[in-house]
């Protein structure tokens, strides 16, 4: 009998609800919290968009998936966590509510596991290394033995978190995303701009780049004031987001290509929003090539938080326990932290 | 005439590492090992020459170092700068310790296993009393050759941290580096880190120091942990 699961996704500024049908995506509508230029999103009032938008989004998911009613959905998934804590919270209390409303079961499911099984599905990569980089997470995994084990994180700050307040110091505008914006701006970059490279064995870190950036661009700002100062010590906005962007996604594919050589895959996987990048995809793409790997990438539908990968993994994890009772109520609270290895993986056999 | 030896010959790729390519050959007759930074396409030109030649510079000068404190390394033959390339000695008769590793699990030799920790515990001591961090602590960076001598090898990633604080910090991270790497390479191995661990304190005799170390590194560890709070 086909299964049919719904996905809640509210993690971040994003809020997505999807439907999948054993593997096939039936709908994935999202919405995003859009914050003016030079502002990030504050917990308390992405929670008040979530809940404002909620279920309007809920109806028009059913809608496009063609679903009448929400008897006719077999499990329903939340993000249980990581994420801000207030708008997972608004998304959890819908989805226990309507659980106990229609009564079927609840499944709470850890974002990252979201992503892979996500990008798992639409790829149909088997065993993949997992880049998965997003406004809060930095990771590179691989599964062994029941787990997705991570095998080199950030150490600081996410590197989409480095994107997006390197784009409020620009006060570049956050529609659609911060990231998208600055891809564009480092297409028409010239000049390479020496910035720290930290790797540290698997691990990266990013703090210290926005910091030495941010001396930059005060330096910059005075030296826009004082006129007479020579132009060459300015530098473009444009200079700034290529090389911002050319040493972040070095020291990622650095730290991918180390795994790859160390687990023995031949297939990189990337996830998550600032996975959408073509130029990360690009740099992952040269690497492949010279190690006869290849790259699995997927496109902002899905790189990006969205509802259908909750849906996704939460389906995998019914789908493996025969009971099919789902979690009891005590269990489907949220965390804001939970790490991606902390899930034991019962649905994947090798 | 009779003519010498060539240069370099019979060149041929035994891998393909993360950082470089490796190949056997045979440098004025004699067995060796080419190891190879080839360019990344992938990197900006001027970012990529200034990486691979920092980490080139830093493995020939550490090499160097831990070899002075009697640690085995690799020696080095030749140095060719415009290639990036790093001619050192072929260690032909040894192996890479993740196989060992792998091949003892299925004997269920835990008293080899023990005795190999024992090693690298106190090896990875030595290195750390000089204050130079490895960087790059994997059991693929490790050889164990045919008469039981630990060898460390690919310092690409090595720094000699003489400041006192940065120190422990980088001591720390090398310690954790080669926690997660054992735990994710070998599941089955169990207590085989620990086994390290403990030798590497029995080899600090600073118990000062020694502490300091240990403090460190459970810092380090809940970072790691922390983090996953956003996503």
């Known amino acids: 009998m086909a299964i049919t699961a719904i996905g809640f996704e509210g993690s971040a500024n994003k809020i997505g609800i999807g439907i999948i049908r054993d593997g096939e995506v039936l709908s994935n509508p999202r919405h995003t919290y859009i914050t003016p230029p030079g502002e990030g999103f504050r917990p308390n009032l992405t929670a008040k968009h979530h809940q404002s938008v909620i279920l309007d989004l809920l109806e028009k998911a059913l809608k496009e998936a063609n679903i009448k009613s929400l008897a006719d959905i077999d499990v329903f998934c939340f993000t249980k966590g990581p994420g801000m804590g207030a708008p997972l919270i608004v998304v959890a209390t819908v989805v226990r509510t309507l659980a106990q409303l229609y009564n079927k079961p609840i499944i709470g499911v850890n974002h990252c596991i979201g992503h892979i099984e996500m990008g798992r599905l639409i790829t149909g990569a088997k065993n993949p290394v997992v880049l998965y980089v997003s406004g809060g997470n930095t990771q590179i995994i691989a599964y062994s033995e029941h787990r997705y084990r991570i095998f080199g994180e950030t150490i600081d700050i996410a590197v989409g978190n480095c994107l997006d307040r390197f784009a409020r110091l620009l006060k570049l505008s956050n529609d659609p995303s911060p990231g998208y914006n600055i891809e564009q701006l480092a297409k028409k970059g010239q000049n390479y701009i020496q910035l720290p490279y930290t790797v540290k064995g698997m691990d990266v870190s990013f703090s210290g780049i926005l910091s030495h950036i941010k001396t930059i661009i005060v330096g910059n700002k005075q030296a826009r004031k004082n006129q007479n100062e020579i132009k060459q010590h300015s530098y473009t906005n444009e200079d700034l987001c290529f090389s911002l962007q050319e040493t972040l996604f070095a020291m990622l594919v650095e730290i991918t290509e180390r795994a790859l050589a160390h687990v023995g895959s031949n297939q990189v996987l990337i996830v998550g929003g600032v996975g959408c990048n073509v130029r990360l995809q690009e740099m992952m793409g040269a690497m492949c090539k010279e190690r006869q790997a290849t790259v699995c990438a997927i496109d902002e539908r899905y790189c990006i938080d969205n509802g259908a990968m909750i849906a996704q993994a939460g389906y995998e994890m019914y789908n493996a326990d025969k009971t099919r009772k789902g979690m009891t109520l005590d269990e489907t609270n949220c965390s804001q932290r939970y790490r991606t290895d902390a899930v034991y993986v019962s649905w994947r056999d090798d | ?231």
């Open chain 2, 1 to 231: 005439m009779e003519s010498a030896p060539p240069v370099y010959s019979n060149i041929e790729l035994i891998c393909q590492g993360a950082e470089a390519r490796i190949f056997r050959c045979l440098y004025f007759g004699r067995r060796a090992i080419l190891k190879e930074r080839f360019v990344k396409t992938y990197r900006h030109p001027d970012l990529d020459s200034a990486v691979t030649l920092q980490r080139l510079k830093g493995e020939v000068r550490l090499l160097t170092r831990a070899k002075q404190l009697g640690i085995h390394t690799p020696s080095i033959y030749h140095i060719d700068w415009s290639k990036r390339t790093i001619i050192m000695e072929d260690l032909y008769d040894s192996r890479t310790v993740k196989s060992i590793i792998d091949t003892l699990i299925q004997e269920n030799n835990t008293m080899k296993l023990d005795e190999l920790a024992q090693q690298i515990g106190s090896t990875i001591g030595r290195l750390h009393q000089a204050q130079i961090v490895h960087g790059d602590l994997t059991t693929s960076n490790m050889l164990l050759s045919e008469n039981n001598q630990l060898y460390l090898i690919d310092f690409g990633l090595s720094a000699h941290v003489p400041n006192k604080t940065q120190m422990l910090e980088a001591l720390a991270v090398d310690l954790y580096v080669l926690e997660r790497a054992i735990i994710c390479t070998h599941q089955k191995a169990k207590h085989f880190f620990s086994n390290i661990l403990m030798a590497y304190k029995n080899s600090i005799s600073d118990d000062k120091q020694r502490t300091l170390t240990m403090n460190k590194y459970e810092e380090v560890r809940a970072r790691g942990r922390k983090r996953s709070m956003v996503g």
